[in-house]
T-cell receptor, first 115, second 117 residues
Framework: EPEVTQTPSHQVTQMGQEVILRCVPI?????FYWYRQILGQKVEFLVS????????KSEIFDDQFSVERPDGSNFTLKIRSTKLEDSAMYFC?????????????FGEGSWLTVV | AQSVTQLDSHVSVSEGTPVLLRCNYS??????LFWYVQHPNKGLQLLLK??????LVKGINGFEAEFKKSETSFHLTKPSAHMSDAAEYFC???????????????FGQGTTLQVKP
């Protein structure tokens, strides 16, 4: 069964460093998402991406965050200068038809620890 | 705005007994609702979804959920718990702009299901 894959599974980084989290969405999917879950809190929407541009972003997704689909298969989340509060599990997700294709498939997540 | 509230942060059952995980939703329009499960060190897996078809939705691993508009509820049930059901369960609603889904999901706080031998 096709799946969303994410790398790395776990990353530890120093505060102020740049981090790139990588995702390979399901191959025929067109809509891509990043969510995050701070330990003990809800899963929160960060950003959605379609047709090579951001279609929606949350208040959390400030100028420190960016997304990119550099090569037609990978979908990346970059945090420019990490803060302690960026420590969380980051989930990549995708679906085929956006709002009309409601099933969103998630990857296994990337644990980011900022020290 | 849409939201979901999971009424229990932690549920403990014995193996072989029924499971009930409660979820209430808030939505101005007919919502799309989902249950996702997260096993330890695993990603989020879709259990089932409701998108305005049959109100009783059957999912994987013997789970089902009933959409009750009058009660704004979408509780998850399973007749007989198995040890492998121990996990975190999330009730989720699809965000809407007007009457259209945006494709973005709004998660509940999660319910940890413990299954005792």
């Amino acid at each position: 069964e096709p799946e969303v894959t994410q790398t790395p599974s776990h990353q530890v980084t120093q505060m102020g460093q740049e981090v790139i989290l990588r995702c390979v969405p399901i191959s025929n999917h067109l809509y891509f998402y990043w969510y995050r879950q701070i330990l003990g809190q809800k899963v929160e929407f960060l950003v959605s991406f379609y047709n090579n541009e951001i279609s929606e972003k949350s208040e959390i997704f400030d100028d420190q965050f960016s997304v990119e689909r550099p090569d037609g298969s990978n979908f990346t989340l970059k945090i420019r200068s990490t803060k302690l509060e960026d420590s969380a599990m980051y989930f990549c997700a995708s679906n085929r038809q956006g709002a009309r294709g409601n099933t969103i498939y998630f990857g296994e997540g990337s644990w980011l620890t900022v020290v | 705005a849409q939201s979901v509230t999971q009424l229990d942060s932690h549920v403990s059952v014995s193996e072989g007994t029924p499971v009930l995980l409660r979820c209430n939703y808030s939505s101005s329009y007919s919502p799309s609702l989902f249950w996702y499960v997260q096993h330890p060190n695993k990603g989020l897996q879709l259990l089932l979804k409701y998108t305005s078809a049959a109100t009783l939705v059957k999912g994987i691993n013997g789970f089902e959920a009933e959409f009750k508009k009058s009660e704004t509820s979408f509780h998850l049930t399973k007749p007989s718990a198995h040890m492998s059901d121990a996990a975190e369960y999330f009730c989720v609603v699809s965000a809407q702009t007007g009457s259209s889904n945006t494709g973005k999901l709004i998660f509940g706080q999660g319910t940890t299901l413990q299954v005792k031998p």
